[in-house]
């Protein structure tokens, strides 16, 4: 079982940046994939960026590689969410998300476990 808990949202101004934080507890963190999906008003959430157990494989949104980042760590079962460059359109409530499995993945299904989600509002 992990419980996800995000933090670092917030407003900022159009080409502002932000780092989102999902603190997990339990004991599995470590071996699982993580991911970042988002839903603004009226959308269905979409992907935005995942990680897997290690680190080393990463897969992002085509609307936000090159401008956001994501990374983990381990020794403190946190994540992260790097985000630069922010748009109007990037606005909307983050989720991180985690699974059951090493390997990370675009698809909300493939996730087990859920953060409450925090807000970004982007500023134009």
């Known amino acids: 079982q992990v419980q996800l808990v995000e933090s670092g949202g917030g407003l900022v101004q159009a080409g502002g940046s932000l780092r989102l934080s999902c603190a997990a507890s339990g004991r599995t963190f470590s071996n699982s994939a993580m991911g970042w999906f988002r839903q603004a008003p009226g959308k269905e959430r979409e992907f935005v960026a995942a990680i897997s157990w290690s680190g080393i494989m990463r897969y992002y949104a085509d609307s936000v590689k090159g401008r956001f980042t994501i990374s983990r760590d381990n020794a403190k079962n946190t994540g992260f969410l790097q985000m630069a460059s922010l748009k109007p359109e990037d606005a909307a409530v983050y989720y991180c998300?985690?699974?059951?499995?090493?390997?990370?993945?675009?698809?909300?299904?493939?996730?087990?476990?859920w953060g409450q989600g925090t807000q970004v509002t982007v500023s134009s």
């Open positions: 998300a985690a699974s059951a499995t090493r390997l990370p993945s675009k698809l909300s299904e493939n996730y087990d476990y």
